[in-house]
């Protein structure tokens, strides 16, 4: 059992929006900034979202972050098939002196 | 250019020992943390622990502790990951990563910027 909590599975319908969510608590999102990344499985993870809401160089606008409070937010707006991918959310947690993963969410493009 | 490149995937039988190493190029190495996360069949990614380099300072994921050892050597900006007696339950891809940590805010700020391209370690009899 994940200390995040993220839905097992999204889907959506290219060019729509998907939102995944990231549950939490004070010691790990409410008290700290989170990140997002796209795995597929055998490749190395790609970082697309950081300090909660920034995207490193390269990921495009269509990706985006949120925080309230003890729960975070990656938006996909005009979705494409390359989307299709596990997405996992991660923060560091206080109370655990460790870094933590959701446990991650499997996007399909329908 | 910056970069992490990982050694070459590994079959192994139970009770084995196992050191995967992870050479990093084109930043300092003894100046950022790098983690080891491991994802096995069918599961999610999963933290193992990190490493400062520049002092050897390692933490590890609370349900990890003992059973993996992580160090480095700076003289060849490298680090690594280490199992004493692999189990079977270690069938898993491993990927080394580049920490970013600072200060932002009243808060310190951590994501995972780069990352070595895998290991995949096999254990069976």
């Known amino acids: 059992q994940s200390v995040l909590t993220q839905p097992p599975s999204v889907s959506a319908a290219p060019g729509q929006k998907v939102t995944i969510s990231c549950s939490g608590s004070s010691s790990n999102i409410g008290d700290n900034y989170i990140s997002w990344y796209q795995h597929v499985p055998g490749i190395a993870p790609k970082l697309l979202i950081y300090d909660t809401n920034k995207r490193p160089s390269g990921i495009p606008d269509r990706f985006s972050g949120s925080k309230s409070g003890t729960s975070a937010t990656l938006d996909i707006t005009g979705l494409q098939s390359g989307d299709e991918s596990d997405y996992y959310c991660?923060?560091?947690?206080?109370?655990?002196?460790?870094?933590?993963f959701g446990g991650g969410t499997k996007l399909t493009v329908l | 250019e910056v970069q992490l490149v990982q050694s070459g995937a590994e079959v192994k039988k139970p009770g084995d020992s196992l050191k995967i190493s992870c050479k990093t190029s084109?930043?300092?190495?003894?100046?950022?943390?790098i983690a080891w996360v491991r994802h096995m069949p069918g599961r999610g990614l999963e933290w193992m622990g990190i490493?400062?380099?520049?002092?050897?300072?390692?933490r590890y994921s609370p349900s990890l502790q003992g059973q993996v050892t992580i160090s480095a050597d700076k003289s060849i900006s490298t680090a690594y990951l280490q199992w004493g007696s692999l189990q079977a339950s270690d069938t898993a891809m491993y990927y080394c990563a580049r920490q970013r940590s600072y200060r932002l805010g009243s808060l310190h700020a951590y994501h995972y910027d780069l990352w070595g391209q895998g290991t995949l370690v096999t254990v069976s009899s």
């Open positions: 084109g930043y300092s190495f003894s100046n950022h943390w």
């Open positions: 991660g923060t560091w947690d206080h109370r655990l002196s460790a870094w933590v």
């Open positions: 490493i400062y380099p520049g002092d050897s300072d390692s």
